[in-house]
């Protein structure tokens, strides 16, 4: 992405300017990984934990 940007511009006029694009960059794909969809679906976990009996109670499994 970055080399396919470059062919565009031709020459980053300073380093600063280099380091902008490619801040921009990992800024938008970090944006896109944490706004994708999520690794672990909750609602089976919370449904796991409302089935589980509560501590203390007189129930035990062999």
Do not use: Q, T
């Not at 992405?1 to 470059?6: H, L």
């Not at 944006?31 to 089976?44: F, P, Q, T, V």
């Amino acid at each position: 992405e970055i080399r396919r940007r470059e062919r565009v511009i031709r020459i980053f006029p300073s380093r600063d300017s280099a380091n902008r694009l490619i801040g921009a960059l990992l800024l938008e794909i970090d944006n896109k990984w944490a706004g994708g969809r999520r690794y672990l679906d909750m609602a089976e976990y919370h449904a796991y934990r409302s089935c589980r009996p509560k501590p203390g109670s007189n129930i035990f499994y062999l």
